[in-house]
Nanobody, 126 residues
C-alpha cells in the first residue's frame, strides 16, 4: 500500500488559481509515476494529469491542457497540481494516485495507477 493524502482544495471563483498537493508515505516515491484524477458530482472519475518518476514526462487531459501544471518534489515525497483559470466545470473531488511503475500508461486502466488518496474537494463558483 501507498498512503496518499491530498490537500489544498477549497472554494474559489471562476478564473482563480488553486494548488493541490499530495504527500505519499512510501520510501519508493521517487520510483513511481504519479497522477491526478477528478470526479465531478454525478460523473465518473476522469484523468487530469500524470507525471513520470523523474518528472521528465508529463501528460494532461485535453480539458486542462494549458491551464494546469503538474510537478513533483521527490525529496518531499510530494506531487502538486497547479490549477489556473479555473472554470465551473473544474468543480470536482480531486484524487492523487500512485503507480507501481515508473511511467504512466495512457492506454491502461487508470493510466496504470494502483493506489488512491481520499480526495480533496475543489469548488469553482461563478
Amino acid at each position: 500500500q501507498v498512503p496518499l493524502v491530498e490537500s489544498g482544495g477549497g472554494l474559489v471563483q471562476a478564473g482563480d488559481s488553486l494548488r493541490l498537493a499530495c504527500v505519499a508515505s512510501t520510501r519508493t516515491f521517487s520510483t513511481r509515476a504519479m497522477a491526478w484524477f477528478r470526479q465531478a458530482p454525478g460523473k465518473d472519475r476522469e484523468f487530469v494529469a500524470a507525471i513520470s518518476w523523474s518528472a521528465g514526462n508529463t501528460y494532461f487531459a485535453d480539458s486542462v491542457k494549458g491551464r494546469f501544471a503538474i510537478w513533483r518534489d521527490n525529496a518531499k515525497n510530494s506531487v502538486y497540481l497547479q490549477m489556473n483559470s479555473l472554470k465551473l466545470e473544474d468543480t470536482a473531488v480531486y484524487f492523487c494516485a500512485a503507480s507501481d511503475e515508473s511511467s504512466y500508461q495512457p492506454g491502461a486502466k487508470d493510466y496504470g495507477m494502483n493506489y488512491w488518496g481520499k480526495g480533496t474537494l475543489v469548488t469553482v463558483s461563478s
